[in-house]
């Protein structure tokens, strides 16, 4: 069973906006961490920013101040908000929720920025 599904990729121009969403299948995923990460292609994965289970948050600096992480706990579910989208943020991005036993990532959903 998938843990993590994982939704909102896609093609986009230049400046636009992406909301991905990555929702969990257990109820216990609030006491979790939750981020998001990404790879681009010949290129190695990289944090985008994270969330932690009370709610601290950690960007990357190439992403501070055009994206947005956030959770719903009652929902299992984090979001990444993506404004002002450039080229250099085309990768697949993969959310992932991890406590200290365990870990899980999403499946990955394609994310292009090009005109």
């Known amino acids: 069973q998938r843990q993590l599904v994982e939704s909102g990729g896609g093609l986009v121009q230049p400046g636009g906006s992406l909301r991905l969403s990555c929702a969990g299948s257990?109820?216990?995923?609030?006491?979790?961490?939750m981020g998001w990460y990404r790879q681009a292609p010949g290129n190695q994965r990289e944090l985008v920013a994270t969330i932690s289970s009370n709610g601290n948050i950690n960007n990357a600096d190439s992403v501070k101040g055009r994206f947005t992480i956030s959770r719903d706990n009652a929902k299992n579910t984090v979001y990444l908000q993506m404004n002002n989208l450039k080229p250099e943020d085309t990768a697949v991005y993969y959310c992932?929720?991890?406590?200290?036993?365990?870990?899980?990532w999403g499946q990955g959903t394609q994310v292009t920025v090009s005109s």
């Open positions: 257990r109820s216990d995923f609030k006491a979790y961490h």
């Open positions: 992932k929720v991890w406590r200290w036993d365990a870990e899980y």
